[in-house]
């Protein structure tokens, strides 16, 4: 069971924008740095964001990520068809000395 | 080029032994902690253990603790995870992955490795 909450998926047309939240506690997101992956079908994870908001070079700024408080989120702007995957969060657990991952969430680009 | 390349997955009986590889190269291993995170079939990530460069810490998942131990070898660039009395529920893709620092993201994944759990 995971401690951080994702929405199971969201959608949008090409060239629209979506946002994933990621819910938290203060052991977890409140209190450390978020990373967000992205998962294509069939392949393994890639960082997309680090640190809550920095993007890894390669990563277009299409992408973009916040945090407020224990809830995180992830922003993607001009949906491509290209982008459809899982998309994770990430962050250490103080209390569980333990790194945690959301439950995911499918975006489909509709 | 940072390349991560995992390696020993297969098929094995409940109550069995695994031994998975991850080799290194294209970057100072030896400067970097490094992690396992497990994908079970449709399913999601599961962070199962970190080992920091020097191996001065290391921790587990409470799923795995006393079954799986992690470790490194940074003369020969890689890292492993010793999997005993495995049972049908760690049946996943196994990924390593680098961390810049410890207990934190992981910047670079490898392709993982099949790991069944069956009879």
């Known amino acids: 069971q995971s401690v951080l909450t994702q929405p199971p998926s969201v959608s949008a047309a090409p060239g629209q924008k979506v946002t994933i939240s990621c819910s938290g506690s203060?052991?977890?997101?409140?209190?450390?740095?978020v990373a967000w992956y992205q998962q294509l079908p069939g392949t393994a994870p890639k960082l997309l964001i680090y640190?809550?908001?920095k993007r890894p070079s390669g990563i277009p700024d299409r992408f973009s990520g916040s945090k407020s408080g224990t809830s995180a989120t992830l922003g993607i702007t001009g949906l491509q068809t290209g982008d459809e995957a899982d998309y994770y969060c990430?962050?250490?657990?103080?209390?569980?000395?333990?790194?945690?991952f959301g439950t995911g969430t499918k975006v489909t680009v509709l | 080029e940072v390349q991560l390349v995992e390696s020993g997955g297969g098929l094995v009986k409940p109550g069995g032994s695994l031994r998975l590889s991850c080799a290194a190269s294209g970057f100072t291993f030896s400067s970097y902690s490094m992690n396992w995170v497990r994908q079970a079939p449709g399913k999601g990530l599961e962070w199962v253990s970190s080992?920091?460069?020097?191996?001065?810490?290391?921790y587990y998942a409470d799923s795995v603790k006393g079954r799986f131990t992690i470790s490194r070898d940074n003369a020969k660039n890689s890292l492993y995870l010793q999997m005993n009395s495995l049972r049908a529920e760690d049946t996943a893709v196994y990924y390593c992955?680098?961390?810049?620092?410890?207990?934190?993201?992981?910047?670079?994944w490898g392709q993982g490795t099949l790991v069944i759990v069956s009879s």
């Open positions: 080992i920091s460069s020097s191996s001065s810490y290391i």
């Open positions: 203060s052991s977890n997101i409140g209190n450390n740095y």
């Open positions: 992955a680098r961390s810049s620092c410890f207990s934190c993201y992981g910047e670079y």
């Open positions: 640190d809550n908001n």
């Open positions: 990430g962050t250490w657990d103080s209390s569980l000395s333990a790194y945690v």
